[in-house]
């Protein structure tokens, strides 16, 4: 069995990340060939979505694990530890609305609240909150953009690589909150336990 | 479904009751043998005998008494203790030596299944300066783990003061420390690192900056150090020369151990076990605490986490 296990984030952030694995010396082959297996004990991968990865790190299900700037600001509570920037799977999280008269701004002056559709409540809110602005923060699940095209909201707060899926629906950014990148967690007792694999690891990464 | 206790309370049924009270029964013993006599103080305190150790904030559960005074619930059993000295031992000379198995009080985050109500056993040694006393109770806490039955424990041992000392040497102006300081805390060392390179410091001072909150291992981590740090890292290599091999074999030093509560002064440890995945313990010495209640005395304690405890144990049986 391999000396630390990783947490693997399926989706956008999943091919460069075996890419960086397989770079570093971990044989990610088996992962790449097999879409619906979650566990690869022989090399201590396991694979979930993004923002499982904190979940299973926290815990010490995985001793350390990647996945974006964006989910650990969703979930700042989590007891990991962020120990390298990555620098891929850039996205920029914004505050955006349909274009033409910033509807937001309109609702804002004159009913005092903006309702903000969002898959982060968290950073939303915060963000929103930081700013002085009251905002009614509906949480959806699925596409975002299509909240404020029906009128359920004056605004949304997304995460956004190219900007391509918010021009086809019609809407601009009018904020940028923050910056994500893919990061690198490790598990608080892990990374004292098995401090010299963690680090070996971390060496060959600057490395890459 | 309405839920049956507030969330993160819970009911303990006989067969692990059994189990929990061997645990404390073995624990207590160890302090006992040890010369630590057991206190009780109340779950409700003072407003104010909590804030004045700690800074307002540090209780997450507050009422009023039907006189319209303030109380809170305890956060830990170390505050009490230290008061308890201050009113009921203020003319007896020291050391002072107590032992505790309580209930102390936190606020928990969502979905996380943490416990507002956590069961600790622990010891607080008064009287007791560095580096003897923080010895003894390093020496105490490996006893009482080991007759838990834990066996695969370390212990990690960092120095409150090593990282801020070493940053205002080095020139970082105040107001940025803290910030440097409350990134590492969170453990968010991308946050340390991309502070720490816009302050415009000698590369080699900014590298040895990024690179001491990431010093952790056995005691080579002593004997090769930069002699930037010799100073800072005296407080612990003090205690190490003076433990007793048995306790010494746990030690993993850590120079990026910073305080998480306000009172710690000095050398601090955490308790980590292969079977789970959050420090079971903690301690560390709070020289300036006694003072707040009238008898100003260097001290050192920790406090084990017995459902935590508990379950590595259990790890470790089921693990093999």
């Given at each position: 069995?391999a000396?630390?296990?990783?947490?693997?984030?399926?989706?956008?952030?999943m091919?460069?990340?075996?890419?960086?694995?397989?770079?570093?010396?971990?044989?990610?082959?088996?992962?790449?060939?097999?879409?619906?297996?979650?566990?690869?004990?022989?090399?201590?991968?396991?694979?979930?979505?993004?923002?499982?990865?904190?979940?299973?790190?926290?815990?010490?299900?995985?001793?350390?694990?990647?996945?974006?700037?964006?989910?650990?600001?969703?979930?700042?509570?989590?007891?990991?530890?962020?120990?390298?920037?990555l620098?891929?799977?850039?996205?920029?999280?914004?505050?955006?609305?349909?274009?033409?008269?910033?509807?937001?701004?309109?609702?804002?002056?004159?009913?005092?609240?903006?309702?903000?559709?969002?898959?982060?409540?968290?950073?939303?809110?915060?963000?929103?909150?930081s700013?002085?602005?009251?905002a009614?923060?509906?949480?959806?699940?699925?596409?975002?953009?299509?909240?404020?095209?029906?009128?359920?909201?004056?605004?949304?707060?997304?995460?956004?690589?190219t900007?391509?899926?918010?021009?086809?629906?019609?809407?601009?950014?009018?904020?940028?909150?923050?910056?994500?990148?893919?990061?690198?967690?490790?598990?608080?007792?892990?990374?004292?336990?098995?401090?010299?694999a963690?680090?070996?690891?971390?060496?060959?990464?600057?490395?890459? | 479904?309405?839920?049956?206790?507030?969330?993160?309370?819970?009911?303990?049924?006989?067969?692990e009751?059994?189990?929990?009270?061997?645990?404390?029964?073995?624990?207590?013993?160890?302090?006992?043998?040890?010369?630590?006599?057991?206190?009780?103080?109340?779950?409700?305190?003072?407003e104010?005998?909590?804030?004045?150790?700690?800074?307002?904030?540090?209780?997450?559960?507050?009422?009023?008494?039907?006189?319209?005074?303030?109380?809170?619930?305890?956060?830990?059993?170390?505050?009490?203790?230290?008061?308890?000295?201050?009113?009921?031992?203020?003319?007896?000379?020291?050391?002072?030596?107590?032992?505790y198995?309580a209930?102390?009080?936190?606020?928990?985050?969502?979905?996380?299944?943490?416990?507002?109500?956590?069961?600790?056993?622990?010891?607080?040694?008064i009287?007791?300066?560095?580096?003897?006393g923080?010895?003894?109770?390093?020496?105490?806490l490996?006893?009482?783990?080991?007759?838990?039955?834990?066996?695969?424990?370390?212990?990690?041992?960092?120095?409150?003061?090593?990282?801020?000392?070493?940053?205002?040497?080095?020139?970082?102006?105040?107001?940025?420390?803290?910030?440097?300081?409350?990134?590492?805390?969170?453990?968010?060392?991308?946050?340390?690192?991309?502070?720490?390179?816009?302050?415009?410091?000698?590369?080699?001072?900014?590298?040895?900056?990024?690179?001491?909150?990431?010093?952790?291992?056995?005691?080579?981590?002593?004997?090769?150090?930069?002699?930037?740090?010799?100073?800072?890292?005296?407080?612990?290599?003090?205690?190490?020369?003076?433990?007793?091999?048995?306790?010494?074999?746990?030690?993993?030093?850590?120079?990026?151990?910073?305080?998480?509560?306000?009172?710690?002064?000095?050398?601090?440890?955490?308790?980590?076990?292969?079977?789970?995945?959050?420090?079971?313990?903690?301690?560390?010495?709070?020289?300036?605490?006694?003072?707040?209640?009238?008898?100003?005395?260097?001290?050192?304690?920790?406090?084990?986490?017995?459902?935590?405890?508990h379950?590595?144990?259990?790890?470790?049986?089921?693990?093999?």
């Amino acid at each position: 069995m391999a000396e630390l296990r990783i947490a693997v984030p399926r989706g956008a952030l999943m091919t460069e990340t075996l890419d960086l694995l397989q770079r570093v010396g971990i044989d990610t082959a088996e992962v790449r060939a097999n879409d619906r297996k979650l566990l690869f004990d022989d090399v201590g991968i396991i694979t979930m979505r993004p923002s499982d990865v904190p979940t299973y790190v926290e815990s010490g299900a995985a001793d350390i694990g990647i996945t974006g700037k964006d989910v650990l600001m969703e979930q700042p509570e989590r007891d990991v530890r962020e120990l390298v920037d990555l620098g891929y799977g850039r996205c920029v999280i914004v505050l955006a609305s349909e274009a033409g008269p910033d509807k937001a701004q309109e609702a804002l002056k004159r009913l005092g609240v903006v309702r903000v559709a969002t898959k982060y409540p968290r950073i939303a809110t915060n963000y929103l909150e930081s700013r002085g602005r009251q905002a009614e923060i509906v949480e959806v699940k699925g596409s975002v953009e299509l909240a404020p095209l029906t009128g359920m909201v004056e605004a949304i707060v997304d995460l956004t690589q190219t900007g391509t899926t918010l021009r086809e629906n019609n809407l601009v950014v009018r904020e940028e909150i923050a910056v994500s990148t893919a990061r690198l967690i490790a598990n608080p007792v892990a990374d004292r336990l098995k401090a010299r694999a963690i680090d070996a690891l971390l060496e060959r990464v600057g490395e890459h | 479904m309405s839920e049956r206790t507030p969330s993160g309370t819970r009911d303990v049924l006989p067969d692990e009751m059994r189990e929990l009270r061997a645990l404390t029964d073995r624990t207590r013993g160890t302090f006992e043998a040890a010369g630590y006599g057991e206190v009780y103080t109340p779950a409700l305190e003072f407003e104010r005998d909590s804030n004045a150790a700690t800074g307002p904030g540090a209780a997450s559960y507050r009422m009023f008494d039907e006189r319209g005074n303030v109380l809170v619930l305890r956060s830990d059993m170390t505050v009490p203790i230290a008061r308890l000295v201050g009113t009921r031992y203020s003319a007896t000379p020291g050391p002072l030596r107590f032992c505790y198995v309580a209930h102390s009080y936190r606020s928990v985050g969502s979905h996380r299944g943490h416990a507002r109500e956590v069961l600790q056993a622990g010891v607080e040694l008064i009287g007791a300066p560095a580096p003897e006393g923080t010895v003894e109770a390093l020496t105490v806490l490996c006893d009482a783990l080991d007759a838990a039955g834990l066996t695969g424990y370390r212990v990690g041992v960092g120095d409150a003061t090593l990282y801020p000392v070493l940053l205002e040497r080095l020139g970082v102006a105040a107001e940025r420390r803290s910030e440097i300081l409350r990134d590492l805390s969170v453990g968010d060392f991308v946050g340390v690192e991309s502070q720490l390179s816009w302050l415009g410091l000698a590369p080699e001072d900014a590298e040895l900056l990024i690179s001491v909150p990431r010093m952790r291992g056995g005691p080579e981590l002593l004997a090769g150090i930069d002699p930037r740090l010799a100073d800072a890292a005296g407080g612990l290599r003090q205690v190490y020369d003076a433990l007793p091999p048995r306790v010494a074999e746990r030690v993993i030093f850590d120079f990026g151990l910073v305080r998480n509560l306000g009172y710690y002064t000095g050398v601090l440890f955490q308790v980590y076990d292969d079977a789970i995945g959050e420090p079971i313990g903690s301690g560390g010495r709070y020289d300036e605490l006694l003072a707040q209640f009238g008898r100003p005395e260097p001290a050192v304690g920790f406090a084990l986490n017995v459902e935590l405890l508990h379950t590595a144990v259990a790890g470790e049986e089921r693990d093999g």
